[in-house]
């Protein structure tokens, strides 16, 4: 274990020291002893934590005897977390420790400063959030942080210690959620015009969802869906491929806190079975006014003229097992059961319909939401699948 913390990160000096100047009217630069401890700090870069002699004054997480043989994550994370700071401290005359600053909002306003530059820039924070372990992050976020460095664009450098401490353990899915959504999140606001990160482009404003913009004939088609399936039986906001897909509005706190909220989760399963419907498809699957129970019984109506009624049957069984569904989870296990069908049938589906159905089905506020949809499609069954 690790002694309690009883200092500020050096990060967090490093920027008191400036400001403190500059509130006393004295030169806007940093103390000799901080200009001394960066030195030391860029000494690790590359360099195994805890092998680094010149860092360790500038810990702030200390080591007992009983932590030598296996370094604490926490200690680790410092490491990293000092090495990056010091590599984006290099040569400018400000602080760039800038609480409340996430990575992906950093890297948004990045991409807003030179969006010639974004999807190379954004390949590589994609690469950084597919890390397996800390220690490859690191590797991935030591080529980003020069970035950020020469666009003077700042970053909070407690927050991404916490971030690095939490990578290998479960809490890393929250954080890939608010990396995912503080930088492609329609809801976030621009900068005003002459503000850090210039105007704000229209593809940043876009917000319709991606069924709805899909174009079969796009030359990125195949490979936008394929990285949507990637996301199928994963949790929502955990898949980098996927974030440029998301089109929800969500307030900053949670958005920041990286929270998995219905909407979020709607929004991912409705892009996972948009994804392996559309396959092979010339044209859109999403079509205004498909729901789940018109579909089937068109879909039920193609089997009985060339199967007979036994398929009709069959299919009139799986499709009663949706409709009893008792929560989301098993909804989008019936529904992804039920697309392969409809894509060999070439029958699409309402996916505006089918989000707001996954959004609603078992949430407590609305008890009767999941019996109006039953009612609802199994009369579309009946209705279109009259001869």
Not at 15 to 27: T, V
Not at 162 to 181: I, M, V
Not at 278 to 293: D, N, V
Not at 355 to 379: G, M
């Amino acid at each position: 274990m690790t002694s309690t913390r009883t200092r500020p990160f050096f990060w967090e000096e490093a920027a008191e020291d400036w400001e403190a100047k500059q509130r006393a009217g004295q030169p806007s630069e940093f103390s000799e002893y901080v200009v001394r401890k960066l030195r030391a700090v860029r000494e690790g870069v590359g360099r195994e934590p805890g092998s680094v002699a010149s860092m360790r004054s500038v810990h702030r997480v200390f080591l007992r005897d009983e932590d030598l043989d296996s370094l604490p994550h926490s200690y680790v994370a410092e490491h990293y977390a000092l090495t990056l700071f010091g590599l984006h401290q290099h040569a400018s005359s400000e602080p760039v420790h800038r609480r409340g600053v996430g990575l992906g909002t950093a890297f948004l306003r990045l991409w807003r400063m030179e969006p010639q530059a974004r999807p190379a820039r954004e390949r590589r924070l994609l690469a950084a959030a597919s890390a397996q372990d800390v220690h490859e992050l690191a590797q991935h976020l030591q080529r980003l942080v020069p970035l950020l460095r020469q666009a003077s664009i700042g970053l909070d450098y407690t927050r991404l210690f916490f971030e690095l401490q939490q990578w290998d353990g479960p809490k890393r899915d929250r954080t890939l959620r608010a990396w995912g959504f503080q930088c492609t999140d329609p809801g976030t606001p621009a900068p005003p015009s002459g503000d850090e990160g210039g105007p704000r482009s229209d593809a940043d404003s876009a917000s319709a969802p991606y069924w709805v913009t899909y174009d079969p004939k796009s030359r990125d088609a195949a490979a936008d869906l394929a990285a949507l399936r990637s996301g199928i039986g994963r949790e929502a906001g955990t898949v980098p491929a996927m974030w440029t897909f998301h089109r929800i509005h969500m307030e900053p706190e949670w958005r920041d806190r990286g929270a998995l909220t219905r909407d979020l989760k709607a929004e991912h399963a409705a892009l996972t079975l948009f994804a392996r419907h559309q396959q092979a498809q010339e044209h859109r699957m999403h079509i205004k006014g498909y729901s789940p129970g018109t579909a089937v019984g068109f879909l039920a109506r193609q089997a009985a003229e060339g199967k007979g009624t036994g398929a009709t049957t069959a299919l009139e069984r799986r499709f009663g097992v949706l409709l009893t569904s008792n929560d989301f989870d098993e909804l989008v296990m019936h529904m992804r059961s039920l697309v392969p069908l409809l894509n060999q049938a070439g029958i699409g589906l309402d996916y505006d319909l089918i989000r707001k159905a996954l959004r609603s089905w078992d949430d407590p506020r609305r008890p009767d939401a999941a019996a109006s949809y039953r009612q609802r499609w199994e009369r579309d069954f009946h209705t279109a699948n009259k001869p």
